[in-house]
């Protein structure tokens, strides 16, 4: 059974944020997370990479403990992947003082969530895409519900998605297809009105590993 396979018949998890936080204290972080396009399609990522960040806000909903992971769809106009749902992030600047400050920064000029709003946990293994960049996902823990102001100019709406639901394998689908007779392949989550796909779904695939392997 490959890596894929044994990953869509995987059970979900359901973790605290105090396991979360456990988990990714002894993740690997050297470690890349696993990107099948990459196998089959290997010289297109033979690429000189620039380094770049996303957060993954979680946010613990008080009435009933649920845990909701923040994501963005992209503005409609924009130049590169349009209309995708994302996490907030985007690429490192020279001047900024870490990757951490990066994914902080990115998220206060996308949504208006400003740094003091959160609480780090920990961080996952790059994940290098055919764009060219690898993307450092930082994991952390919204403190307060801030009211959101979107930077219209690249963000047209956020969701708020259960994290139990990106947890579980059995709501992942991996597509493939051909370009120029190339073969691609990618995962697709759906939830609701939204299609989660490409470099998103790949990095909730990330994470999911991640904590698994704290859990077995």
């Not at 470690?31 to 613990?60: K, T």
């Not at 450092?136 to 403190?143: D, H, L």
């Amino acid at each position: 059974m490959s890596d894929i396979e044994q990953f869509l018949s995987a059970p979900p998890i359901n973790l605290s944020l105090d396991d979360i936080r456990a988990a990714l204290d002894k993740a690997p972080y050297a470690q890349q997370i696993h990107n099948p396009d990459e196998e089959m399609f290997p010289s297109g990522y033979d690429l000189d990479y620039r380094s770049a960040a996303v957060l993954i806000p979680i946010w613990r909903e008080p009435e009933d403990g649920e845990l909701y992971v923040l994501l963005t769809q992209r503005a409609l106009h924009m130049r590169n992947h349009p209309g995708q749902i994302a996490f907030p992030g985007g690429k490192h600047d020279p001047d900024d003082a870490s990757i951490q400050y990066t994914a902080l920064r990115e998220t206060l000029e996308e949504v208006g969530l400003a740094p003091d709003c959160f609480d780090l946990l920990g961080e996952l293994g790059e994940y290098c895409t055919l764009s060219g960049y690898c993307i450092k996902p930082i994991v952390a823990e919204m403190t307060r519900k801030s009211e959101l102001s979107l930077c219209e100019d690249e963000v047209k709406s956020v969701h708020w998605v259960p994290l139990r639901h990106l947890l579980t394998p059995e709501n992942y689908r991996f597509k493939k297809k051909k370009l120029d007779a190339i073969s691609r392949g990618y995962f697709e989550i759906e939830y609701q009105e939204i299609r989660i796909w490409g470099v998103t779904a790949g990095i909730l695939y990330g994470l999911y590993q991640t904590l698994a392997r704290h859990i077995r």
